[in-house]
C-alpha cells in the first residue's frame, strides 16, 4: 500500500501544447508520439494534450470583474493543475505561433499559472527544425518564471530522408522516437527536482 502511496504521488502531470492548428500537424503528432510513450516505455508521467484552438485572441476586455472567459478559464485552470508543460512550437517567420503565443498570454493573465512549472520543447519542421522558436520561448519562459530543461533539445527536420511520420501521421523514425523519450524523462527529473522529490 505504501508503495503505491508513493508511486501514485510521484505521477508526474505534463500538459502538452502544439503551436500548430493544423490538422496534419507534425508537431501535434509528435506530442501523440510522447503520450504513446508514456504509456509504456516512460514510466510516472501522465500527458495531456490540450487543444488551443477554441481560445480566444487575447483581449483584456473579455476579463469581467476578474474573471476569463469560460474557455480561457478551463485552459488555465488546465495549466495550473499540472506539474510541467511539454510544448510542440513549430516555426513561423523566425518565432512561434500566434496561436500559441496567444494561448501563453492568456496563461500568465493574473495570477501567472505558468509560475514555478518545469517545461521542454519539442520542435518538427523544416530547415533547423523549429530551432528559432525554440530560443524565443525560452525567453518568454523568462519572464513566465517557467523553466526549461537544457538538455537534450529535439528539433526534426521531417524533410530529410529517412521519412519520419507514416500516412496516418505517427512518428515511425526510431531514433527521434528515442530522443523525445529522452526529454521525457529529463522533464520528469527536472520537475521531481523543482519540486524537492529528487
Known amino acids: 500500500m505504501a508503495s503505491a502511496n508513493r508511486a501514485s504521488s510521484s505521477l508526474i502531470k505534463v500538459v502538452a501544447l502544439s503551436g500548430s492548428l493544423r490538422k496534419g500537424s507534425y508537431n501535434t503528432a509528435?506530442?501523440?508520439s510522447g503520450i504513446e510513450l508514456s504509456k509504456g516505455e516512460v514510466e510516472g508521467i501522465e500527458i495531456e494534450y490540450v487543444d488551443i484552438s477554441d481560445l480566444p485572441?487575447?483581449?483584456t476586455d473579455l476579463e469581467k470583474d476578474g474573471s476569463y472567459p469560460s474557455e480561457v478559464e478551463a485552459f488555465r485552470q488546465k495549466?495550473?493543475?499540472a506539474d510541467?508543460?511539454?510544448f510542440a512550437s513549430p516555426e513561423y517567420n523566425y518565432s512561434v505561433t500566434g496561436p500559441l503565443k496567444n494561448a501563453i498570454?492568456?496563461?500568465?493573465?493574473?495570477?501567472?499559472?505558468?509560475?514555478g512549472k518545469a517545461g521542454a520543447i519539442v520542435s518538427a519542421g523544416g530547415g533547423h527544425g523549429g530551432a528559432k522558436s525554440q530560443y524565443h520561448l525560452r525567453q518568454i519562459g523568462v519572464f513566465l518564471d517557467l523553466h526549461f530543461i537544457n538538455k537534450p533539445e529535439f528539433f526534426l527536420n521531417v524533410f530529410q530522408p529517412?521519412?519520419?511520420?507514416?500516412?496516418?501521421g505517427d512518428l515511425i523514425d526510431e531514433d527521434?522516437?528515442?530522443?523525445?523519450?529522452?526529454?521525457?524523462l529529463s522533464l520528469k527529473a527536472f520537475t521531481l527536482r523543482l519540486q524537492g522529490k529528487n
Open 79 to 81: 495549466i495550473a493543475a
Open 57 to 59: 485572441f487575447l483581449n
Open 30 to 32: 509528435l506530442i501523440r
Open 162 to 168: 529517412p521519412p519520419k511520420f507514416n500516412s496516418d
Open 105 to 115: 498570454d492568456w496563461a500568465s493573465r493574473p495570477p501567472n499559472v505558468w509560475a
Open 176 to 184: 527521434a522516437k528515442n530522443k523525445l523519450k529522452e526529454i521525457l
Open 84 to 86: 510541467s508543460v511539454l
